[in-house]
């Protein structure tokens, strides 16, 4: 009985560039996400008439915000349970 020699870097190779693709519409989904949260967020602002410097102040405000949010929900949440 003969064994067949495979080459599984060939394999492995072939498997991840399958992958790829996979791996590329996920990003553009994630950017999209991304976008659209920095959007709403922007908007909540806008209703505020928080005033800004330059863009980059207003994003990094916003995200850092957004984020004490959830981690504030996040901590509701487990004292729910």
Known sequence: MMIKKYDFSKIFHDEMEALKPLDDDIAIIRK???????????????????????????RYFCIIHFSLLMIYAIRLCTMIE
């Open 32 to 58: 999209e996400q991304e976008r659209r949260r920095d959007e709403n967020i922007a908007d909540v602002f806008r209703i505020l008439s928080i005033p800004f410097k330059d863009e980059e102040e207003k």
